[in-house]
């Protein structure tokens, strides 16, 4: 991969669900190495995308490039890791048995415990996944995806359920293990956490409405808040 | 106690009920077809079990006798004569044969004794029961209009190939009835378990992986398999140590059996929950497939005493040769010797294998 190549690249992509339309051309590229947002309101297509990156979704039209190769491609999978919106983790196991079968299934249970101290979950290690709170389960769910120390990082809406302390717990990982070179596409709803991110792209009804950094977003709507410019971008045709 | 609560309760089932139309379709169309099924089972046209006539007297009574056994509405008979008939039994192509000795008819008039010979394969409790009968309302029939005033008494000599007197009912169902049980609990163990994989999301997650999907099927199987090993264990040790179950055979090819039957269980419960959405679909899955199999499968009324046509559905139901197997070992006290027993375990595991390629292949990658 060249050192340019954008380790996500969607060009145009459709994609249709009976006669609901999830993805309406949507076009955005995730640089290598940095925290990117999908930010949108629920139903605007952020999970239809990002399973679309994982190879669950088939686009109907468009292109899906990630890390360098075309999608689907299954060799891909071995360097990216998902984290499902619901926290799914089997619950009749403990935490560090979840974590251990999916760093198996990647051939890295030598990253167990580094994963589990990532989201300072060490202490809890051995505690029954039925028995723990919402945002414990995330964690969790967390740790299950980056055992295998991906190079590229999905999060659909992690931080969804959990309390503000546990939140910036959270975003504080991610800032570490981006600063350590993995590249993490993360959406939310939740337009203050927006700033956490390097660039972001709005999401709206399938469509890409704008893309870059919150401060190309708040000039280019000529607004000083980000839920501001959201609504003001919404109005205009799609970019 | 509100009844208005209770009816807001009712409402919302009657309107939940309406927008489920495969639990509406099961509730009304299965009943009727497994109804349906049962009902062509016992009453439809069904020649009897087959056997074999064999005199060896010419005499007036043997004659009578012959002629009443020909005509019995309960049996399909062959005249022939006593070797063709030990061969044919030997070879499994009758129930049984009939056999009226040289002195058969001397024996009523002086002796007044009804004594025909009854060999029967005694494997299944069905036709060694009707043969027996229908010697006895043939010898009633012709002895009464033969013999005046007191009438003779009946002593057929009875004997059996396999099993015997002493074989009670359980004797003859209780095998078919272990790998049955077996076999259910093995399936909807199985189906539930993978269809909360998709229920959890953990499904999604697998697909995200490396995991191949032949990968998932095979672990599933193999996981499966040690429980269903297990229970096999535990089945076989209490049908044959507490309830004394006739086993003829050897112990270790019963387990084998019942082993390949669990694996077949394993993979079936697999392959159709891959069809199913939620755990409710996968149990619903029940009247359509396990029931037909407990009904053809020779369990409780034999295959050769079906009608000409659920016999052929019989000969393709994978549980059918599970039954087959398990009465070979524990009645027939069958070896790996014994070419039946080999075609029938062979069958499972074609099926076995052919329900994980299956499952491999139907179990999607994608979720839209």
């Known amino acids: 991969m060249a ?18 339309r999830a993805l309406d051309g949507a076009s955005l590229a995730v640089d290598p190495g940095e925290i990117y947002g999908l930010l949108g309101p629920n139903g605007s297509g952020k999970s239809t995308l990002i399973r679309m990156i994982v190879g669950l979704v088939r686009a109907d039209s468009g292109r899906v490039r990630v890390l360098g190769r075309q999608m689907p491609d299954m060799s891909v999978l071995a360097e990216v890791g998902y984290m499902t919106q619901q926290a799914a983790l089997y619950p009749d196991l403990s935490i560090v048995e979840n974590v251990r079968f999916f760093a198996a299934l990647w051939g890295r249970e030598d990253g167990v415990d580094a994963a589990l101290e990532v989201v300072d979950l060490g202490s809890r290690r051995d505690s029954t996944v039925a028995t723990l709170s919402g945002g414990m389960r995330t964690r969790a769910s967390l740790a299950c995806a980056i055992v295998h120390q991906p190079k590229l990082l999905l999060l659909d809406e992690p931080t969804v359920g959990i309390d503000p302390q546990l939140r910036a717990q959270v975003w504080d990982s991610l800032a570490e293990m981006a600063k350590a070179g993995t590249t993490i596409l993360v959406s939310s709803h939740v337009m203050d956490e927006a700033e956490r ?12 409405l704008a893309e870059g950094t919150v401060a190309q977003l708040k000039k280019k709507a000529g607004v000083s808040r980000l839920e501001d410019a959201f609504l003001k971008l919404s109005e205009e045709p799609a970019a | 106690m509100s009844a208005r609560r209770i009816l807001a309760l009712t409402r919302r089932l009657l309107q939940q009920f309406r927008r489920d139309h495969r639990t509406l379709a099961l509730v009304f169309v299965a009943p009727i077809v497994i109804l349906s099924l049962v009902s062509y089972l016992l009453r439809g046209d069904t020649t009897g079990p087959k056997v074999d006539l064999v005199v060896e007297d010419s005499a ?27 061969d044919d039994l030997e070879n499994n192509r009758i129930s049984g044969y009939i056999r009226l000795p040289a002195g058969f008819s001397e024996r009523v008039t002086r002796e007044r004794v009804v004594a025909p010979e009854v060999t029967v394969q005694g494997d299944e409790p069905g036709p060694a029961e009707t043969v027996v009968k229908a010697v006895q309302s043939a010898t009633g ?25 002493s074989l009670d009912t359980l004797d003859y169902f209780g095998s078919a009835f272990i790998v049955f049980i077996v076999f259910f609990v093995v399936y909807v163990v199985t189906s539930v378990a993978f269809l909360r994989e998709r229920t959890q999301g953990t499904l999604e997650r697998l697909m995200a992986s490396p995991l191949r999907r032949l990968e998932l099927v095979f672990g599933y199987m193999l996981g499966f398999s040690i429980l269903a090993l297990l229970q096999s264990a535990v089945v076989m040790t209490y049908s044959l140590a507490v309830l ?47 029931t037909p199999q407990a009904i053809l499968a020779g369990i409780i009324v034999p295959i050769s005493s079906e009608p000409a046509p659920l016999q052929v559905v019989s000969n393709v139901l994978p549980l059918t040769y599970a039954a087959y197997a398990m009465r070979d070992v524990m009645i027939r006290g069958a070896g790996l010797d014994y070419p039946p027993l080999l075609l029938a375990l062979g069958v499972i595991a074609a099926f076995a294998a052919l329900l994980i390629v299956t499952a491999g292949a139907t179990v999607r990658r994608t979720v839209g």
Not at chain 1, 3 to 20: C, G, H, R
Not at chain 1, 200 to 208: C, P, S
Not at chain 2, 70 to 83: G, M, P, Q
Request: hydrophobic content about 50%.
């Open chain 1, 197 to 208: 991110c390097q660039r972001l792209a709005l999401i709206r009804a399938g469509k890409v």
């Open chain 1, 3 to 20: 050192p340019n190549t954008p380790a996500i690249e969607l060009t145009d992509v459709t994609k249709s669900f009976k006669s609901l």
């Open chain 2, 244 to 290: 004394h179950i006739h086993n003829a055979g050897n112990p270790a090819l019963m387990f084998v059996v019942v082993a390949v039957t669990a694996l077949m269980a394993v993979n079936l419960g697999i392959m159709l929950s891959t069809f199913a959405r939620t755990e409710f679909q996968a149990v619903q899955f029940i009247p359509l497939v396990i």
């Open chain 2, 141 to 165: 029939a012709a002895t009464t209009t033969l013999v005046q005033g007191q009438s003779p008494r009946l002593e057929p000599a009875i004997s059996y190939r396999y099993g015997g007197p």
């Open chain 2, 60 to 86: 007036q009574a043997a004659m009578a006798v012959a002629a009443e056994v020909e005509t019995s509405s309960e049996i399909a008979v062959t005249r022939t004569d006593i070797a063709r008939a030990r």
